[in-house]
Nanobody, 114 residues
Framework: QVRLVQSGGGLVQPGGSLRLSCTGSGFTFSIYRMSWYRQAPGKERELVAGISITGGSTNYADSVKGRFTISRDNAKNTVYLQMNSLKSEDTAVYYC???????WGQGTQVTVSS
């Protein structure tokens, strides 16, 4: 059974940091590109960051460049999203995803508020 299980997230003050994790099972994690998406209330789901199979290539939405870092550990079947200098507009449900296979994590709420 294919699973992407997310952890991390929660409530943080503006300027704070959080790290999201997403661990895959039931498929060969190391051969898939991975991505993080987010969906804020009333908005469409948007791509936040993506990472290549080896981790050597990454891409980011303009809104998070310089603040978020995507990484992966294929030995642990896990992809991470380190989020720094968080802003209120980063508040959303965050999802990990395998773009080519269409697998999705369960979603994790991130709320940035004072």
């Amino acid at each position: 059974q294919v699973r992407l299980v997310q952890s991390g997230g929660g409530l943080v003050q503006p300027g704070g940091s959080l790290r999201l994790s997403c661990t895959g099972s039931g498929f060969t994690f190391s051969i898939y590109r991975m991505s993080w998406y987010r969906q804020a209330p009333g908005k469409e789901r948007e791509l936040v960051a993506g990472i290549s199979i080896t981790g050597g290539s990454t891409n980011y939405a303009d809104s998070v460049k310089g603040r978020f870092t995507i990484s992966r550990d294929n030995a642990k079947n896990t992809v991470y999203l380190q989020m720094n200098s968080l802003k209120s507009e980063d508040t959303a449900v965050y999802y990990c995803n395998t773009p080519t296979a269409g697998y999705w994590g369960q979603g994790t709420q991130v709320t940035v508020s004072s």
